[in-house]
C-alpha cells in the first residue's frame, strides 16, 4: 500500500512536471527555468532540487515521460495486417505529435543547449521504434540501396524483432526517420503553401512506405 509520503511526493512531482512542460511550451526547452517551475507550483526553489537536483534531470523525467506516453499510444493500434499496422502506427505516431506538439518536439525537435541525455533515454526511445521494428520485420528484402557499413551497424537494432535483419532494421529506421521529419516540417509550418492540411501528404508517405519496405500482401 502507498503511503501518505509517497502520495503527496507524487503528486507533487505531477505538478513540477506540468509546470515545466508549460514552460517549455511557452520558452521551449533552452528556456526552462527552475525557479519560474518553483513559483508556478508555489515552492522555494530550494524545494524543486528535493525532487530534481538539476535542471538536467527535470529534463530527463519530461523527455522519459513523453517517451512513454508515444510508445503508450502506439501500443493501443490495433491493426495486424503489417500494411496496415504500418499505416496505423504512423498515424498515431503523427496525431500524438499534432496534440502534443511540445512534447514531440523535445524528444525530436532541436537539442536543448548544454544538455546530453543520458543513457537510460536510450530504452524508452527504443520502445518507441520496437512496433515499427517489428512491423518491418515481415516485408519483403530490404532495398538494395542500404549499405554494407549501415547493415553492420544495424546488427544490434536488428535482435528487436524475429526475421529482422541488419539490412531491414535499416530500411525501418530511414522510414521511421522520414516521418518524424514529416511531422517536424508540418509542425514547424514548412508545409504551409504547399502541402497544408498535410493529411494527404501524410497519407502518400505512408502508402510509398509500405511499398518501399515490401509490406503489402504481407502476412
Same mark, same amino acid.
Given at each position: 500500500?502507498?503511503?501518505?509520503?509517497?502520495? #503527496?511526493? !507524487?503528486?507533487?512531482?505531477?505538478?513540477? @512536471? $506540468?509546470? !515545466?512542460? !508549460?514552460?517549455?511550451?511557452?520558452?521551449?526547452?533552452?528556456?526552462?527555468?527552475?525557479?519560474?517551475?518553483?513559483?508556478?507550483?508555489?515552492? %522555494?526553489?530550494?524545494?524543486?532540487? /528535493?525532487?530534481?537536483?538539476?535542471?538536467?534531470?527535470?529534463?530527463?523525467?519530461?523527455?522519459?515521460?513523453?517517451?512513454?506516453?508515444?510508445? #503508450?499510444? @502506439?501500443?493501443?493500434?490495433?491493426? &495486424? &495486417?503489417?500494411?496496415? /499496422?504500418?499505416?496505423?502506427?504512423?498515424?498515431?505516431? /503523427?496525431?500524438?505529435? @499534432?496534440?502534443?506538439?511540445? +512534447?514531440?518536439?523535445?524528444?525530436?525537435?532541436?537539442? %536543448?543547449?548544454?544538455? %546530453?541525455?543520458?543513457?537510460?533515454?536510450?530504452?524508452?526511445?527504443?520502445?518507441?521504434?520496437?512496433?515499427?521494428?517489428?512491423?518491418?520485420?515481415?516485408?519483403?528484402?530490404?532495398?538494395? *540501396?542500404?549499405?554494407?557499413?549501415?547493415?553492420?551497424?544495424?546488427?544490434? %537494432?536488428?535482435?528487436?524483432?524475429?526475421?529482422?535483419?541488419?539490412?531491414?532494421?535499416?530500411?525501418?529506421?530511414? +522510414?521511421? =526517420?522520414?516521418?518524424?521529419?514529416?511531422?517536424?516540417?508540418?509542425?514547424?509550418?514548412?508545409?504551409?503553401?504547399?502541402?497544408?492540411? =498535410?493529411?494527404? *501528404?501524410?497519407? =502518400?508517405? @505512408?502508402?510509398?512506405?509500405?511499398?518501399?519496405?515490401?509490406? $503489402?500482401? !504481407?502476412?
Amino acid at each position: 500500500m502507498v503511503g501518505v509520503r509517497e502520495q #503527496s511526493r !507524487a503528486r507533487t512531482t505531477a505538478a513540477i @512536471l $506540468a509546470a !515545466a512542460r !508549460a514552460e517549455i511550451a511557452e520558452h521551449g526547452g533552452g528556456g526552462l527555468s527552475m525557479r519560474a517551475v518553483a513559483r508556478e507550483v508555489g515552492m %522555494v526553489s530550494s524545494a524543486v532540487y /528535493r525532487y530534481f537536483p538539476t535542471r538536467e534531470a527535470l529534463l530527463t523525467a519530461m523527455i522519459l515521460e513523453s517517451y512513454e506516453g508515444l510508445a #503508450s499510444a @502506439l501500443g493501443e493500434v490495433g491493426a &495486424r &495486417r503489417p500494411d496496415r /499496422r504500418w499505416v496505423a502506427l504512423g498515424r498515431a505516431l /503523427r496525431d500524438w505529435a @499534432l496534440g502534443r506538439p511540445h +512534447e514531440f518536439q523535445l524528444i525530436y525537435g532541436t537539442p %536543448v543547449p548544454g544538455y %546530453v541525455a543520458p543513457p537510460e533515454t536510450v530504452p524508452a526511445a527504443a520502445a518507441v521504434a520496437a512496433p515499427f521494428l517489428e512491423v518491418g520485420a515481415k516485408g519483403a528484402e530490404a532495398p538494395p *540501396f542500404v549499405r554494407p557499413a549501415l547493415v553492420a551497424q544495424m546488427a544490434t %537494432v536488428s535482435d528487436v524483432s524475429d526475421g529482422l535483419t541488419g539490412a531491414r532494421a535499416a530500411a525501418v529506421i530511414a +522510414e521511421l =526517420a522520414a516521418l518524424v521529419g514529416a511531422v517536424t516540417l508540418e509542425l514547424g509550418g514548412h508545409l504551409v503553401g504547399s502541402a497544408d492540411p =498535410a493529411d494527404e *501528404f501524410f497519407a =502518400a508517405l @505512408l502508402e510509398r512506405q509500405v511499398d518501399t519496405l515490401g509490406l $503489402a500482401g !504481407a502476412g
